[in-house]
Antibody
């Protein structure tokens, strides 16, 4: 399954760093991509970005300038870095597996999720 | 970006009732629509994918329908564990966007 880890409190203007440890499935699985999704308090879910195969990534344009997602296949985990955080980045952060759809991304779904980790941005 | 709008934002129902939750996309997304359940403190759970396909292990009292821009999640014979929040998500075009959620409360 998936388990997020990292600091629960981040100082404004600093970088948020989280890791998602994957167990029970290989992070190199050809039918899967790996995602970060967040949910600010009282709001809906927001997709942050994806790690695709061969080291490529895809990010939400609203966060693209601040986001980096990377994969460590030897440790079977993937990571999120979000720079220059503000209070607006306070949220529960989830990692999830994106299972391929009929045309890989088209028809895909987030079928396995981590429990989520609360991250608060505050001084 | 494709905007997803759910209605209602909350509803109350009783054990054994049947409820429907609606989700509307800002443009046609064919049948590329997923539904998730969220219980407080738990990981979101995939219920329905591609509008009407039941995810493995999900009880058959959950059903999905729709195509184009209008979709429905139906829950029959409500059970205590069904009182949770439900979100739709389009898988037609990135960025992958979600509805704002519908909270189902016990009456």
């Amino acid at each position: 399954q998936l388990q997020e880890s990292g600091p629960g409190l981040v100082t404004p203007s600093e970088t948020l760093s989280l890791t998602c440890t994957v167990s029970g499935v290989s992070i190199s699985d050809d039918s899967s991509y790996w995602a970060w999704i967040r949910q600010p308090p009282g709001k809906g879910l927001e997709w942050i970005g994806l790690s695709l195969n061969s080291g490529s990534t895809d990010y939400n344009s609203s966060l693209k300038s601040r986001v980096t997602i990377s994969v460590n296949t030897s440790k079977n985990h993937f990571s999120l870095r979000l720079s220059s955080v503000t209070a607006a980045d306070t949220a529960v952060y989830y990692c999830a597996r994106m299972k391929h759809g009929v045309l890989i991304l088209l028809g895909s779904r987030f079928d396995i999720w981590g429990q989520g980790i609360q991250v608060t941005v505050s001084s | 970006d494709i905007q997803m709008t759910q209605s209602p934002s909350s509803l109350s129902a009783s054990i054994g009732d049947k409820v429907t939750i609606s989700c509307r996309a800002s443009q046609s997304i064919s049948t590329y629509l997923n539904w998730y359940q969220q219980r407080p403190g738990e990981a979101p759970k995939l219920l329905i994918y591609s509008a009407s396909n039941l995810q493995s292990g999900v009880p058959s009292r959950f059903g999905g329908s729709g195509s184009g821009t209008d979709f429905t999640l139906t829950i029959s014979n409500l059970q205590p564990e069904d009182f949770a929040s439900y979100s739709c998500q389009q898988s037609f075009n990135p960025p992958w966007t979600f509805g704002q959620g519908t909270k189902l409360e016990i009456k």
